[in-house]
């Protein structure tokens, strides 16, 4: 079992190698810190004894943008991914945002199912997005 709440900053080593384990891009503990200063409500840990997942957002123009969201590999297919987006959904709308966008490379169908059964659609394509060259689909969903 697990529940979910706002990130702590005392959370950012969890958060961190969660990261580094599941995501392709590195990412600085700084700015962990800085997204969620940006948007507290926007950046949710799910938690059992420990954190084992978490997604991480930002707002603009009334858009909400999911920037990470990963799940500890042992902790995978067991919901927390999708319960962490439903939470993010709701807090963005709580907040007035009208959609949710994301990028995810174009090679990760797992992803790409992920966030289709929840409702995203593919709206565009950015070439040579990521930092090995990879391309990203812009996906989004009407909130």
């Known amino acids: ?3 979910i709440r706002e990130f ?3 959370d950012v080593y969890d958060v961190f190698v969660i990261s580094a384990q599941s995501l392709t891009e590195m990412y600085s503990l700084e700015l962990f810190i800085d997204i969620h200063l940006a948007w507290p409500s926007g950046f949710l840990v799910a938690v059992t ?3 084992v997942g978490f997604i991480a957002g930002a707002k603009m123009n009334g858009t909400a943008r999911i920037l990470m969201l ?3 590999p042992q902790q995978r297919r067991k919901g927390i991914g999708s319960t962490l987006l439903r939470r993010f959904i709701h807090n963005a ?3 007035g945002l009208r959609s949710v966008s994301l990028e995810v490379r174009t090679g990760n169908k797992r992803a790409i199912e992920f966030y289709q059964k ?3 659609q593919i709206v565009s394509m950015l070439n ?3 930092t090995n060259g990879d391309s990203a689909y812009v996906m989004w969903k009407n909130i």
């Open 70 to 72: 990963a799940v500890a």
């Open 49 to 51: 004894s420990e954190i």
């Open 93 to 95: 709308r709580q907040e």
């Open 1 to 3: 079992m697990f529940h």
């Open 128 to 130: 040579n997005y990521y």
């Open 118 to 120: 929840h409702g995203f």
């Open 8 to 10: 702590r900053e005392e």
